[in-house]
């Protein structure tokens, strides 16, 4: 079911599905007026995108899905999520009919999150207000430096001005739930004063802010610079010492640092990507999009006009799906606890295990904290390398010796592909924080 072509959910002589009811919905608009340097997302490069015909496409999935049985939007949906893309690109309208397609009853609940992404050029007042009507409330803007000539090289077509300005705006139009984006690990020799773009960021006061890691993607423009020698990577040490900095910093101005990339005055986490990370599930609905839910993962066409004709055709967009096997779920599961400052509970591991978890707290990778075990910033940079560890403790019978990387079936289990235990690097998983959907 999960080809190349038109997808139909009621084929002759299907099983009947279980319906799944969605709580956590995201959308995607994958528009952008130029492509960064370091950009591998599903996005298309147009300054004036047809808004309409997104909004259609957007439609038509999610009723061919609902009319298939697969799912159902459930009465009152707990958050939405546009991510892009650049949805500040969209004609201001196209925001208030997302509004309408999802229904303004589903979006009646008590601690509704409506989340939108947002470039600072292209977020203006009309933009702001529209939005606000529409439901918007919390806007995560694509900020990524302070730094003129940071921003310049990334590609990106703001200034500090621009991001200021629409912050401002945001607020003058009421919404007051505001994060920030920013870039860490910038390659040689690109100069950046990190410290000043943490300071910009603090003044400007917004609740949250998240920090990605820059990692150099195949095809990207990037990766064509990297071939030509005209720039190295960051070493682990700046990429360490950037990401340490930050957690201090945003720490002592009273920021939670509540899961690995992402931090939080009191209130303010994302509702969104708590859920997901908690393996609840949710729909994407767009190219590119990725959905949970019946313990299946699907993914959509990432092509926007490859999407948009397989869905006007009347049929799904999907390009390819799974069904987590044992091993790779419980691996996943260590994976999102690891993340988050929760942690996980030592009583759910088995016996074989917790020595492991004594050795990353005497290393100082990891603290006890309400019965329960969480990274510390220096264990979230050893991410991957901890999670896959802690797995193959899992998996071993009490009796054998010590965890061989072997336990852990790489490509097949190993779903997020990270080095064997002992390979003691430092990984740019920071990268993998994207909203869930995309």
């Known amino acids: 079911?999960?080809?190349?072509?038109?997808?139909?959910?009621?084929?002759?002589?299907?099983?009947?599905?279980?319906?799944?009811?969605?709580?956590?919905l995201y959308v995607h608009a994958p528009f952008c007026a130029r492509r960064c340097r370091y950009c591998d997302f599903a996005v298309t490069v147009e300054r004036r995108p047809e808004s309409a015909r997104w909004l259609r496409a957007i439609e038509a999935e999610l009723a061919l899905l609902e009319r298939g049985g697969e799912v159902r939007l459930a009465d009152r949906i707990e958050t939405l999520?546009?991510?892009?893309?650049?949805?500040?690109?969209?004609?201001?309208?196209?925001?208030?009919?997302?509004?309408?397609?999802?229904?303004?009853?589903?979006?009646?609940a008590d601690g509704f999150e409506w989340?939108?992404?947002?470039?600072?050029?292209?977020?203006?007042?009309?933009?702001?207000?529209?939005?606000?009507?529409?439901?918007?409330?919390?806007?995560?803007?694509?900020?990524?430096?302070?730094?003129?000539?940071?921003?310049?090289w990334m590609g990106r077509l703001h200034s500090a001005a621009d991001a200021n300005a629409a912050i401002a705006r945001a607020r003058a139009a009421g919404i007051d739930n505001l994060s920030l984006d920013l870039i860490f690990g910038l390659p040689n020799p690109v100069a950046r004063d990190w410290r000043r773009d943490l300071d910009g960021a603090l003044s400007l006061a917004a609740p949250h802010i998240s920090l990605y890691g820059l990692t150099i993607e195949e095809g990207t423009p990037l990766a064509r610079l990297l071939r030509e020698g005209r720039i190295r990577p960051a070493g682990e040490e700046r990429y360490r010492d950037e990401f340490l900095l930050a957690a201090e910093r945003l720490a002592a101005e009273g920021y939670d640092h509540y899961e690995l990339s992402n931090f939080a005055r009191p209130g303010f986490a994302s509702r969104h990507n708590r859920a997901c990370w908690r393996g609840a599930p949710y729909l994407g609905l767009g190219n590119g999009a990725h959905s949970f839910h019946g313990g299946r993962r699907h993914w959509n066409e990432?092509?926007?006009?490859?999407?948009?004709?397989?869905?006007e055709a009347g049929g799904l967009a999907r390009s390819?799906?799974?069904?987590?096997?044992?091993?790779?779920?419980?691996?996943?599961?260590?994976?999102?606890?690891?993340?988050?400052?929760?942690?996980?509970?030592?009583?759910?591991?088995?016996?074989?295990?917790?020595?492991?978890?004594g050795r990353w707290r005497a290393r100082g990778l990891a603290m006890a904290r309400s019965d329960r075990i969480h990274l510390t910033p220096r264990g979230w940079l050893l991410?991957?390398?901890?999670?896959?560890?802690?797995d193959a403790a899992c998996a071993r019978p009490a009796s054998s010796g010590s965890p061989s990387p072997s336990r852990c079936k790489r490509g097949e289990e190993d779903a997020i592909r990270g080095p064997p235990p002992g390979e003691d690097r430092i990984l740019p998983q920071l990268t993998a924080t994207r909203p869930p959907g995309l």
């Not at 959910?9 to 319906?19: A, K, N, Q």
């Not at 779920?329 to 030592?346: F, H, M, Q, S």
Request: aromatic letters at 6%.
């Open 1 to 24: 079911m999960d080809g190349s072509r038109g997808e139909s959910l009621r084929g002759s002589g299907s099983p009947p599905r279980t319906t799944t009811e969605i709580r956590h």
């Open 81 to 108: 999520y546009l991510g892009g893309g650049t949805p500040s690109l969209l004609d201001a309208g196209a925001v208030a009919g997302l509004g309408g397609v999802v229904g303004a009853e589903r979006m009646a």
């Open 115 to 152: 989340t939108a992404e947002a470039n600072p050029e292209s977020f203006q007042s009309e933009t702001a207000r529209a939005w606000a009507r529409a439901g918007v409330n919390r806007i995560s803007f694509g900020v990524q430096s302070f730094d003129p000539g940071a921003l310049r």
């Open 302 to 311: 990432r092509d926007w006009a490859r999407y948009a004709t397989r869905i």
């Open 320 to 357: 390819g799906g799974e069904r987590p096997g044992l091993g790779q779920r419980r691996l996943e599961k260590i994976w999102l606890a690891l993340r988050t400052a929760k942690g996980l509970d030592p009583a759910a591991l088995p016996p074989a295990a917790l020595p492991l978890l």
């Open 383 to 390: 991410l991957d390398t901890l999670a896959v560890e802690l």
